[in-house]
């Protein structure tokens, strides 16, 4: 059946209440500790480090933790999710469980989190495409960061579906305005005001989720 309706869901601050990119960053470094990795947990404080003093950008700082990150494998990733899962925030879950099961529908979640842990999110999180930072099938996928336009542009190149029109998203985040300004419906999660405010202006409805 074809896909006749696209729910996209961003992952940090509306699936999880959290910046899962934070905490992927204690979970790397307890990980090595408990397990002796000691090279890999000397990278990790070098990468901390480097970026702590404004020698590194955020976007590299995400490479060189995304590169970290793909040393582990999906057993140990699974460990990382049942870190997250206590910061679940049940009713976007819900949200993203009933489009899922609904047969006309294609669930996509849609985030800026690397890829070497984004990978196996669908499998916690039902969904039928996850797109993020680093992943191989994105265009230019670690020239740039997952977010705004760039996310707009790998949901499409994803899905084949040129002009994109999506049919709901669920965001915390103004980064994801131009998905929203595809989008039929749009729920916002315990947004900040400026995101309200930036819908308004373009006359764009939506409800909110607090």
């Known amino acids: 059946m074809p896909i006749q309706k696209i729910d ?4 940090d601050g509306t699936l999880v209440s959290i910046n899962s990119f934070h905490l992927f ?6 990980h090595s500790i408990v397990h ?3 090279i890999v947990l000397s990278k990790l404080l070098m990468a901390i480090f480097a970026r702590l003093s404004k020698k590194t950008s955020h976007l590299d700082f995400k490479r060189q933790i995304h590169s970290i990150g793909l040393l582990l494998t999906e057993d140990q990733i699974r460990i990382f999710f049942k870190w997250l899962s206590p910061f679940r925030r049940d009713c976007v879950f819900d949200a ?3 489009s899922n099961e609904d ?19 669908k499998f916690y999180f039902a969904a039928d495409f996850v797109i993020s930072f680093g992943d191989p ?25 040129n002009p994109l029109r999506l049919n709901r998203v669920y965001t915390d985040h103004i980064d994801d305005l ?3 300004l ?19 202006a373009r006359s764009v409805k939506f409800r909110v989720i607090q």
């Open 8 to 11: 996209a869901f961003d992952f």
């Open 25 to 30: 960053l204690i979970f790397l470094g307890v």
């Open 36 to 38: 002796f990795r000691f």
């Open 96 to 98: 993203l469980k009933r």
């Open 103 to 121: 047969p006309e529908s294609c669930t996509v979640i849609a985030s800026a989190a690397p890829y070497a842990y984004m990978k196996y999110a």
């Open 137 to 161: 099938r994105n265009l230019n996928p670690l020239l740039f960061d997952n977010t705004g336009e760039r996310k707009l542009i790998n949901i499409a190149a994803r899905l084949t579906t």
């Open 178 to 180: 131009p998905l929203t």
């Open 182 to 200: 595809v989008a039929e419906e749009v729920v916002l999660v315990r947004p900040k005001s400026e995101f309200p405010e930036a819908l308004a």
